[in-house]
């Protein structure tokens, strides 16, 4: 597999001094100093980054890091991949933008997600190109099948993160983040995650007070909300209960879509099928922006104009997108995450015994370690903390998740090497075994 942008330019980790180095701390002083107290990474993570080669980026002082956040997963095939860079390269010198109108680019990446699918479901599906964001999706989503339906209630999952626009938020199950902001969107009913009876009995009792939905949104793997991957009991009821009440069933594939859990989509290993489908993150492969939602033909009952933006054309996002999903094809990068999520679970297995890992969970290449206080069974915020800190330093860089911060997570990229996963769990190992009590 190709795996580096400049092979052989970083065979590892490697930190000389702490952190932040002189430089980042200056570009940090100066982000602090002038942009929005809403940015959320170098708070955590002090580096100011220079370059990403596959699966390694370097800051601004020299220091290597092993990369396992990868863009928040937008990077599913590391960074700067080269034949990634000589398509877009190609694109950016015909045609960047085009709005919604057709082009060879826009008619090729359609092809070729649809092309992903299965047969059965491929050939009721439509695509809308939504805003750059996959919260943008999500909104689009919603509006969909609130038109489609006549409805206007929508249920939602405890735990579950779909953005962090006004009515995305109010779709996440994530309280905390919501709080300072009142008068979201109404309708949002919120059910537990992974109990197939709760949503089922609600949405049958026709003297429970519940009207029926517009929609029901759901993760197959909560990836903010701490790397939680959905029983085959529940998404199976969930899926069998919308059905039979007519309610569409919109999965959420804006983190597990494009491989990262090993199917293409996620819904995929639950034997279920949708009637929308939202992706965004890894769908152009190198990070470009660009975000969609797949449905069934019956639901396109939009009218022009229902939902636009400026920057539904990225044609580069396009390009990308379509050579991504030829390499992807011809590397077996599908049989890569698989394999790297097997050694990624046998090298987190020695945590299972540690008194303050809760659990250790995840698909493909998506997983958290959760952290908890043995004696009182509370999230364990501080020492997910500390354990990000302490990996950092030792050069792999990792993001927290779930209720108080407690998940530490990692998102690799996709064709990531044996050798490289190898190195990065000993690391991460090491930190939770290191930082507990």
Same mark, same amino acid.
């Given at each position: 597999?190709?795996?580096?942008?400049?092979?052989?330019?970083?065979?590892?980790?490697?930190?000389?001094?702490?952190?932040?180095?002189?430089?980042?701390?200056?570009?940090?002083?100066?982000?602090?100093?002038?942009?929005?107290?809403?940015?959320?990474?170098?708070?955590?993570?002090?580096?100011?980054?220079?370059?990403?080669?596959?699966?390694?980026?370097?800051?601004?002082?020299?220091?290597?890091?092993?990369?396992?956040?990868?863009?928040?997963?937008?990077?599913?095939?590391?960074?700067?991949?080269?034949?990634?860079?000589?398509?877009?390269?190609?694109?950016?010198?015909?045609?960047?933008?085009?709005?919604?109108?057709?082009?060879?680019?826009?008619?090729?990446?359609?092809?070729?997600?649809?092309?992903?699918?299965?047969?059965?479901?491929?050939?009721?599906?439509?695509?809308?190109?939504?805003?750059?964001?996959?919260?943008?999706?999500?909104?689009?989503?919603?509006?969909?099948?609130?038109?489609?339906?006549?409805?206007?209630?929508?249920?939602?999952?405890?735990?579950?993160?779909?953005?962090?626009?006004?009515?995305?938020?109010?779709?996440?199950?994530?309280?905390?983040?919501?709080?300072?902001?009142?008068?979201?969107?109404?309708?949002?009913?919120?059910?537990?995650?992974?109990?197939?009876?709760?949503?089922?009995?609600?949405?049958?009792?026709?003297?429970?007070?519940?009207?029926?939905?517009?929609?029901?949104?759901?993760?197959?793997?909560?990836?903010?909300?701490?790397?939680?991957?959905?029983?085959?009991?529940?998404?199976? =009821?969930?899926?069998? +209960?919308?059905?039979? /009440?007519? %309610?569409?069933?919109?999965?959420?594939? *804006?983190?597990?879509?494009? #491989? $990262?859990?090993?199917?293409?989509?996620?819904?995929?290993?639950?034997?279920?099928?949708?009637?929308?489908?939202?992706?965004?993150?890894?769908?152009?492969?190198?990070?470009?922006?660009?975000?969609?939602?797949?449905?069934?033909?019956?639901?396109?009952?939009?009218?022009?104009?229902?939902?636009?933006?400026?920057?539904?054309?990225?044609?580069?996002?396009?390009?990308?997108?379509?050579?991504?999903?030829?390499?992807?094809?011809?590397?077996?990068?599908?049989?890569?995450?698989?394999? =790297?999520?097997?050694? +990624?679970?046998?090298? /987190?297995? %020695?945590?299972?015994?540690?008194?303050? *890992?809760?659990?250790?969970? #995840? $698909?493909?290449?998506?997983?958290?370690?959760?952290?908890?206080?043995?004696?009182?069974?509370?999230?364990?915020?501080?020492?997910?903390?500390?354990?990000?800190?302490?990996?950092?330093?030792?050069?792999?860089?990792?993001?927290?998740?779930?209720?108080?911060?407690?998940?530490?997570?990692?998102?690799?990229?996709?064709?990531?090497?044996?050798?490289?996963?190898?190195?990065?769990?000993?690391?991460?190992?090491?930190?939770?075994?290191?930082?507990?009590?």
């Amino acid at each position: 597999m190709t795996v580096l942008a400049r092979p052989g330019t970083w065979a590892g980790p490697h930190v000389a001094g702490d952190l932040p180095g002189p430089r980042s701390a200056a570009l940090l002083a100066r982000q602090e100093q002038r942009e929005s107290a809403a940015r959320t990474y170098p708070r955590h993570l002090p580096v100011a980054l220079a370059e990403g080669s596959g699966s390694f980026v370097r800051d601004v002082d020299g220091n290597v890091f092993i990369d396992f956040l990868a863009g928040a997963g937008v990077l599913s095939l590391g960074h700067g991949h080269p034949e990634l860079v000589a398509c877009v390269s190609r694109q950016l010198g015909l045609l960047a933008h085009g709005l919604d109108f057709p082009t060879p680019a826009k008619d090729a990446f359609t092809e070729a997600q649809l092309s992903m699918l299965d047969p059965g479901l491929r050939d009721r599906m439509k695509l809308h190109f939504c805003g750059p964001t996959g919260a943008n999706a999500v909104e689009a989503a919603v509006k969909l099948c609130k038109i489609a339906t006549g409805r206007g209630d929508v249920v939602s999952f405890r735990g579950g993160f779909h953005g962090s626009t006004h009515a995305a938020m109010a779709l996440s199950g994530l309280v905390a983040a919501k709080q300072p902001v009142q008068n979201t969107m109404p309708g949002v009913h919120f059910f537990p995650y992974n109990d197939p009876g709760a949503l089922e009995e609600a949405l049958a009792d026709g003297l429970g007070g519940m009207p029926r939905p517009a929609a029901v949104l759901m993760e197959l793997v909560q990836g903010e909300g701490g790397v939680v991957p959905a029983r085959p009991d529940f998404a199976q =009821r969930v899926r069998a +209960v919308t059905r039979e /009440l007519g %309610v569409p069933l919109i999965v959420d594939e *804006v983190q597990t879509g494009c #491989g $990262r859990t090993g199917t293409w989509f996620a819904f995929e290993q639950y034997g279920i099928e949708p009637d929308v489908i939202v992706a965004s993150k890894a769908l152009s492969g190198a990070g470009l922006p660009v975000a969609l939602i797949l449905y069934n033909a019956v639901l396109d009952k939009w009218g022009p104009g229902a939902h636009i933006g400026t920057f539904r054309g990225n044609q580069l996002a396009f390009a990308a997108g379509v050579e991504a999903i030829r390499i992807i094809r011809r590397d077996g990068v599908l049989d890569n995450v698989r394999a =790297r999520g097997d050694q +990624v679970a046998e090298a /987190l297995d %020695v945590l299972r015994g540690h008194p303050w *890992v809760r659990e250790v969970r #995840g $698909r493909g290449l998506m997983w958290g370690i959760e952290l908890a206080d043995p004696d009182t069974g509370r999230p364990a915020g501080a020492m997910a903390s500390a354990v990000q800190a302490h990996a950092l330093r030792q050069g792999l860089i990792v993001e927290l998740g779930g209720r108080d911060d407690c998940v530490v997570r990692i998102l690799p990229p996709l064709n990531v090497t044996a050798e490289v996963v190898d190195t990065a769990c000993s690391i991460l190992v090491k930190a939770v075994t290191s930082c507990g009590p």
